[in-house]
């Protein structure tokens, strides 16, 4: 089991960047694959990237691929999410998610492989 929180969002300017953080509780946090994805009003949510258990790994939506990085340290049981050259487009509400199951080296934009969420934090980039 995992318990997470985002925090890091706020209000930017287009071409601004700015560093997403999840931290997260539990026994097993560095055994699990991690995701971000992303909520904007009237749309459903979206993959974001995602790094696998040991971060050797890492998967981009083709929408933030050279743009967005994902990081993970697990001695602080954190994952991060560095965005850069940030769009207007990018403006939603971000979560945080953990794998459903342990150990996953190729993590991928399937919703359903995860299991556990953050409250999300909003992202709100202006033109």
């Known amino acids: 089991q995992v318990q997470l929180v985002e925090s890091g969002g706020g209000l930017v300017q287009a071409g601004d960047s700015l560093r997403l953080s999840c931290a997260a509780s539990?026994?097993?946090?560095?055994?699990?694959?991690m995701g971000w994805f992303r909520q904007a009003p009237g749309k459903e949510r979206e993959f974001v990237a995602a790094?696998?258990?040991?971060?050797?790994?890492?998967y981009y939506a083709d929408s933030v691929k050279g743009r967005f990085t994902i990081s993970r340290d697990n001695a602080k049981n954190t994952v991060y999410l560095q965005m850069s050259s940030l769009k207007p487009e990018d403006t939603a509400v971000y979560y945080c998610?953990?794998?459903?199951?342990?150990?996953?080296?190729?993590?991928?934009?399937?919703?359903?492989?995860?299991?556990?969420w953050g409250q999300g934090t909003q992202v709100t980039v202006s033109s």
């Open positions: 790094i696998s258990w040991n971060g050797g790994n890492t």
């Open positions: 998610a953990a794998d459903s199951v342990l150990y996953r080296t190729f993590p991928g934009p399937r919703i359903y492989d995860y299991g556990y």
């Open positions: 539990g026994r097993t946090f560095s055994s699990y694959a």
